[in-house]
């Protein structure tokens, strides 16, 4: 067997030791993100049987499995360039959020209805370089942010995942404009050690 570098052991050993992973495994759920969708509805009550919803940044498709478990009756609309894993109920557009192909889509899909929910797991690719990537994860930030403009209907809600760095504050500030509650949360499903936190946005006001 090859051997494996010390950075792929520590990897491994984290991923054991991690209890969200431990349960996600159990569970038979699809991945670890599953669960921090679950503690940010379950605090903030976003997501209602027969919402539509449109998902951005879908793939492997966790939060796609909690959504479909949830929204009973509703539309889900998921997106990510990369595969996804879905019921047949759910839409799924492969492809870049914010592309005009994936935009003539959803429009398509929608047909003059609109969204009561929009969410993004969207991640860049980490270039290493923080500064580069801080900048390319608010790129997708502002993505999500038109997507609202385009489908979400008046009182409706957006929940993103932002990454704490330059840039955020002020974004967040400006958000606070366009919805009547805006918090920037952290589940406990999320590693301590990452920047990673999640914006939820609600009372969209157009
Ligand atoms: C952390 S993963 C999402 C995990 C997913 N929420 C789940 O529960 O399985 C981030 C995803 O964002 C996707 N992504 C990055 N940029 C994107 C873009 N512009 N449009 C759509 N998806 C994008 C990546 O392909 C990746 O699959």
Known sequence: MAKRSKSSERWLQRQRKDYFVRQAQGGGQVSRAHFKLEQIDQRFRIIKPKQRVL????????????????????LLIAVDPLPITSSQDTYVIEGLAGDQAVNEEISTILDSRQLDLVLSDMAPNISGIR???????????????????????RNGAMTIKAFQGEGLDDWVAALRKHYAKVHVTKPKASRSESREVFVVAQGFRV
Do not use: I, N
Request: aromatic share 10%; charged share 25%.
């Open 55 to 74: 998902e951005l940044g879908a793939a492997p498709g966790g939060w796609t499995h909690y959504l479909e478990g949830k929204l009973q009756g509703g």
């Open 131 to 153: 500064t580069v990537d801080q900048a390319r994860a608010m790129d997708l930030a502002d993505v999500t942010f038109e997507s609202c403009q385009r489908w979400l209907k």
